[in-house]
């Protein structure tokens, strides 16, 4: 069994600090690796996807990856309220499109 | 464009019952996915179809199954439900060969 792991908080910050949210994963085989946002009572929507070891930004957004680690990151700059909710890693299994889930970490943005 | 829709919204069911769940991908998508998200557990990997072909299944038990018809939309079935079963079915879709999943918002199952 294909291991996510999450904190599952919650992580609370105060409006405008940043965020960091972390993830580790057992099958060292993984290639792919996505963050996802779920409000509560929603379905996830997707954030960002990391392939490489490093740094990936967008926007106040920012995936980091390290692959020797197993380790991935999310960063949130400048937290915002509306950034409250809880953040799934997903990591791909050995056959391509299976993804396997963290339990999630949920973030509360303190205004 | 629209996204993935689910159907229905919520079910409520007895122990025994069957249940179907509906999912219909983003246009040009011809992956399909489930999972299911019982209260308080992470998302559960259970199908994928792809090209109306099961292509990879979860660690879960026979009574769930599925099947994807022509037009990609699928179709997720769960036999002889029991209290557990109760949680967020999810339906995610993705282009053929493409990793990112967009999801759906879901079905929410009710075994009482």
């Known amino acids: 069994q294909k291991e996510v792991e999450q904190n599952s908080g919650p992580l609370s910050v105060p409006e405008g600090a940043i965020a960091s949210l972390n993830c580790t994963y057992s099958?060292?085989?993984?290639?792919?690796f996505f963050w996802y946002r779920q409000y509560s009572g929603k379905s996830p929507e997707l954030i960002m996807s990391?392939?490489?070891?490093g740094d990936k930004e967008d926007g106040r957004f920012t995936a980091q990856l390290n692959k020797a680690s197993q380790y991935v990151s999310l960063l949130i700059r400048d937290s915002q309220p509306s950034d409250s909710a809880t953040y799934l890693c997903?990591?791909?299994?050995?056959?391509?499109?299976?993804?396997?889930f963290g339990t999630g970490t949920s973030l509360t943005v303190i205004p | 464009e629209a996204g993935v829709t689910q159907s229905p919204t919520h079910l409520i069911k007895t122990r025994g019952q069957q249940a179907t769940l509906r999912c219909s991908p983003i246009?040009?998508?011809?992956?399909v996915y489930w999972y299911q998200q019982a209260l308080g557990l992470g998302l559960q990997f259970l199908l994928w179809?792809?090209?109306?072909?099961?292509?990879n299944r979860g660690n879960f038990p026979p009574r769930f199954s599925g099947r994807q018809f022509p037009n990609y939309s699928s179709e997720l079935n769960v036999n002889a439900l029991e209290l557990e079963d109760s949680a967020l079915y999810l339906c995610?879709?993705?282009?053929?060969?493409?990793?990112?999943?967009?999801f759906g918002p879901g079905t929410r199952l009710l075994v009482l």
């Open positions: 995610a879709s993705s282009l053929r060969g493409a990793e990112t999943q967009y």
């Open positions: 099958d060292r085989g993984s290639q792919s």
């Open positions: 990391i392939y490489s070891n």
């Open positions: 997903a990591v791909n299994g050995e056959i391509g499109n299976q993804f396997y």
């Open positions: 246009s040009g998508h011809t992956s």
């Open positions: 179809y792809d090209e109306g072909e099961e292509r």
